[in-house]
């Protein structure tokens, strides 16, 4: 979802103008960019939770040898 918004943002910096009609940022793009930035700091901690669960749940295999 945040590569998609980030992609979106970069080929239309005012996509949401597009989108809902309504214009927050007064065409700057920086509310997109705003969504954007939150978009990737969940997925980065989705990912760390993941990592975490996965490290809880398979303790030998977060600890073996590669």
């Not at 990912?47 to 040898?65: F, I, T, Y």
């Amino acid at each position: 979802m945040s590569a998609l918004l980030f992609l979106a943002t970069l080929i239309r910096p005012d996509w949401i103008e597009l989108a809902f009609g309504v214009d927050p940022d007064a065409g700057s793009g920086a509310v997109e960019w705003l969504i954007v930035a939150a978009a990737a700091l969940v997925t980065a901690l989705c990912v760390l939770g993941a990592r975490l669960e996965w490290r809880r749940a398979h303790p030998a295999a977060a600890h073996s040898p590669r």
